[in-house]
T-cell receptor
């Protein structure tokens, strides 16, 4: 069990550019989540995958955001035409589908849009 | 209305003493789960403890225990024998409803409490 891995750890980009983040969940976990955390706040849910199927999306996930999990393993989160308000920590988490299934989080990707 | 309320932005405790971090929640669903996570300055969210709404006994995990008062809708975290390494942000979170395949374990987090353990 190597834990949830996220890449990159930090990303600085200029407004209007596209960025893509990657998440590698714990290998036996079939569920994957993306959360966003701004300074001084708790994480907010963005989207959820069961295997390769994206089953739930938050209203926070605007049209500029897209997430994929093509083979039910790693996932990518892309933000198109970044805005300064997108600056945040993007956290990925995975879990095994049971009634009691704590989310295991990665270290996050910190995005700064200048 | 806030789903999860953590009223203590910051807490201080002396090393080796116990500390209680408050959490109240709001839900009308009879089935729910409550979680506590620790977030050190490194950023990773570390799962600490879980309490199900139908659990009869308070959850315990090593030095962590959850004081679950269902009628008051509170789920306070108690850390016994505080250590310097306990200094971190602590988040209370809730999953409303049963865990379903269509929604997984979608969590709503509070704003957190910054705990500082003094030597």
């Amino acid at each position: 069990d190597t834990g949830v891995s996220q890449d990159p750890r930090h990303k600085i980009t200029k407004r209007g550019q596209n960025v893509t983040f990657r998440c590698d969940p714990i290998s036996e976990h079939n569920r994957l989540y993306w959360y966003r955390q701004t300074l001084g706040q708790g994480p907010e849910f963005l989207t959820y995958f069961q295997n390769e199927a994206q089953l739930e999306k938050s209203r926070l996930l605007s049209d500029r955001f897209s997430a994929e999990r093509p083979k039910g393993s790693f996932s990518t989160l892309e933000i198109q035409r970044t805005e300064q308000g997108d600056s945040a920590m993007y956290l990925c988490a995975s879990s095994w589908g049971t009634e009691y299934s704590p989310l295991h989080f990665g270290n996050g990707t910190r995005l700064t849009v200048t | 209305a806030q789903k999860i309320t953590q009223t203590q932005p910051g807490m201080f405790v002396q090393e080796k003493e116990a500390v209680t971090l408050d959490c109240t929640y709001d839900t009308s669903d009879p089935s729910y789960g409550l979680f506590w996570y620790k977030q050190p300055s490194s950023g990773e969210m570390i799962f600490l403890i879980y309490q199900g709404s139908y659990d009869q006994q308070n959850a315990t995990e090593g030095r962590y225990s959850l004081n679950f008062q269902k009628a008051r809708k509170s789920a306070n975290l108690v850390i016994s024998a505080s250590q310097l390494g306990d200094s971190a942000m602590y988040f209370c979170a809730m999953r409303e409803g049963e865990e379903r395949e269509t929604s997984g374990s979608r969590l709503t987090f509070g704003e957190g409490t910054q705990l500082t353990v003094n030597p």
